[in-house]
């Protein structure tokens, strides 16, 4: 990888991963748009009829074919077979990795280390940025003092005949964060709550709150106030702050599904209302 592997030696020039990314996924799986787009991809929906359900639908194809189905596989999943790919540069640090181990006398299951060879070097690898790598085998009984000296040898060898390719350059990311507004725990308390109404559509915005412990001191107010009128206005709070955090939920839903993210501006389009129970129904649908 030439220069750009060398720079990746220094932790100065590597960049951390910004969490929010891998919930980026997450909020894809509760856009309407995004659902549209999917469908139409996988053939079960026209795409005319699909432009008619959303009309900006060319801008939301592009990314669904970029991510991919994001229902049948686990957050995890996802992340390690498409990150490297979506955001290039938010690469892992650089780190031993134990591709495989062997239990003294154990008979070698070629296939289970065939799997984890190619795991290592498809996935670990890249996110790591591609960097010289030395895979070889360590026989733990051995003298440690000679593990190390021999260590410190193939470290030295490599290093000083090391070819680097320069065309296994690290891709620029297709997408970045847009926006600091939105911190990590905020977004997780959003989805959260769209996955809990998804759960029980008939949950009430108290129940929500409740199980969330979202507005704590109008909560408070409801359990403990004397007056009628006081806990009234309180349910009143509870009420519109639910309601305006389920918005935000379909609002950065739907701008993700148009690569921005975490996002909530005004769309040009109608923001569609979240239908509860076809988020649990995708789900399933992707489960069998």
């Known amino acids: 990888m030439g220069q750009r592997n060398l720079e990746l030696r220094s932790p100065i020039g590597r960049q951390q991963t910004d969490q929010r990314l891998k919930l980026w996924m997450e909020f894809l799986r509760i856009s309407p748009s995004y659902g549209v787009a999917w469908d139409v991809i996988s053939g079960k929906l026209p795409e005319s009829q699909g432009r008619e359900l959303v009309p900006d639908l060319p801008s939301v194809l592009r990314v669904a074919r970029d991510f991919g189905d994001v229902w049948s596989v686990t957050l995890e999943q996802h992340w390690q077979q498409h990150s490297f790919d979506l955001f290039g540069v938010q690469l892992a640090e650089l780190d031993l990795k134990v591709v495989h181990v ?63 390719f320069e065309d296994e350059l690290i891709p620029e990311p297709r ?23 998804a759960g029980n559509p008939e949950l009430t915005h108290r129940e929500l709150a409740e199980a969330l412990s979202i507005n704590r001191v109008s909560l408070d107010v409801v359990r403990n106030a004397d007056r009628s009128r006081d806990k009234a206005d309180a349910v009143n709070v509870i009420n519109a702050t639910v309601s305006r955090m389920l918005k935000q939920s379909i609002a950065i839903a739907e701008n993700a599904a148009r690569g921005k993210y975490p996002n909530q501006s005004d769309l040009n389009i109608k923001l569609k209302e979240i239908d509860f129970r076809a988020v649990v129904r995708r789900f399933a649908g992707s489960a069998k």
């Open 102 to 164: 062997m239990q003294a006398g154990q008979p070698t299951d070629e296939y289970q280390l065939n799997q984890q060879v190619r795991e290592f070097a498809t996935h670990t690898r890249r996110e790591m940025g591609n960097p010289l790598t030395v895979l070889v085998s360590v026989p733990i009984d051995m003298n440690r003092q000679d593990l190390v000296r021999l260590f410190g040898g193939m470290l030295t060898y490599f290093k000083e005949h090391r070819e680097d």
């Open 175 to 197: 997408y970045q964060i847009s926006g600091n507004r939105h911190p990590l725990p905020s977004l997780r308390t959003l989805l959260e709550l769209v996955y809990r109404k």
